[in-house]
């Protein structure tokens, strides 16, 4: 069994009147930047704030009225829950909804907007894959329906319909770039794209902490990641199936792995820039363009903004991950000798013109000659970080970097 375009022209017809077809906008500053003509699929413009609205509908709405009477199961880190949530709002049917501890309040809250009294939701686990476990585990002793966030025709082909919309507005597109959580929105996509016209290519992007389809192509099986990074909570997906691991070996040309950095400095980017608020997921596709920027030039590209459903909250940690991404943050363990003037000494002699002590934390103990402060100094330019590290030699001070895979550094971030 594999999607089919008819797959999607139906999964479309169901979707009538329940989704946005969303803007396919012309960005000028990133067109402008890559020597190339960039659309944004504003995805993050859907009632639910993201695309998942269009695969939990279509699912859902070929219940049978036994299967309704079931009702459903779900497992999700916010935005299946939102589209199933709305489904089964929109349906009248009940659900129960499994999602990570680690879920936003944010897209919490929301899940329980859109499903209202036919909704209840339950937080298991500390990512999607635990989640999911519970989930099916629940549904297979209530004999309720579980409805996938990606394994599963049905919904695979509610995604696609994205692909139908980009075709039939923009049919001079040379290159689509899709995100890749469990595969479910670049396989509806590939798959109508792919048969409506070969040439185009499709290009998915994963964050380098959660690589699971990437590793799966790699190894031509379906491959469980012992580790996920869940930073872009909307891709971090530890499995892949079977279902969208063929479909992305068939129709995607090429998958980039984005580090989590660089996602921020894109969130950052296009919210300064367009007005764009976007989710971690949301702006991977964006982020990937510098990766792929020969193969896009002079070309037409669309871009995947997948949903827009970003906690507040959580921007001061965006800010901190992009400027460490970027080279202008960076935290020491320094050593200062335990007499007065030493501070002075290192702001004097040590800080550059443009460099900013943004943490200190020292604690004096009287017994010792020498004392370790955590430091944190925010340069203007990535290139000060070299003559930074200079001046410390020569005055002869001793330190030590904090690396992001040092448990001190996630305290920090």
Sequence with gaps: MTVTCTDVENAAKRLKGVISITPLQYNKRLSELYKSNIYLKREDLQEVRSFKIRGAYNRMSTLSKEECKRGVVCA????????????????????????PTVTPNQKIDKVRNFGKQFIEIKLVGTNYDEASKASKEFAKKTNAVYVSAFDDIMVVAGQGTIGKEIYEELESVD???????????????????????????????????????????????????????????????GMVSDLTLSLTKQYVDKI??????????????????????????????????????????????????????????????????????????????????????????????????????????????????????????????????????????????????????????????
Excluded: W
Excluded at 180 to 209: C, D, E, R
Excluded at 212 to 222: E, F, W
């Design 76 to 99: 999700s880190a916010g935005n299946h829950a939102q589209g199933v949530a709305l489904s089964c709002s929109l349906l009248k049917i009940h659900g129960v909804i499994f999602m």
């Design 175 to 237: 290159v689509v770039v899709s995100q890749i959580g469990g595969g479910g929105l670049i396989g509806g996509i590939s798959t109508y794209i792919k048969k409506v016209n070969k040439k185009i290519q499709i290009v998915g992007v994963q964050a380098s902490g959660a690589p699971g389809m990437y590793r799966s192509v790699q190894n031509n099986k379906v491959t469980p990641l012992e580790k996920i990074d869940t930073f872009v909570e909307g891709t971090a997906v």
């Design 256 to 413: 980039i792995c984005i580090p989590e950095g660089k996602v921020c400095t894109t969130m950052i980017e296009l919210y300064q820039s367009e007005g764009i608020i976007t989710e971690p997921a949301g702006a991977l596709t964006v982020s990937a363009l510098d990766s792929i920027k020969e193969v896009i030039k002079n070309k037409t590209v669309v871009c995947i903004i997948s949903g827009g459903n970003n906690d507040i909250m959580r921007y001061q940690e965006i800010l901190e991950r992009s400027l460490v991404y970027q080279g202008k943050k960076h935290y020491f363990i320094i050593e200062f000798a335990q007499k007065p003037g030493q501070l002075k000494t290192f702001l004097n002699d040590v800080l550059g013109k443009d460099d900013d002590i943004v943490l200190f934390e020292y604690i004096k103990k009287n017994n010792k000659e020498k004392g370790p402060a955590l430091v944190g100094v925010e340069l203007k330019d990535s290139a000060d970080y070299q003559p930074l590290i200079e001046r410390m030699a020569k005055n002869e001070i001793n330190y030590k970097l904090i690396h992001s895979d040092d448990l001190l550094f996630n305290y920090l971030i």
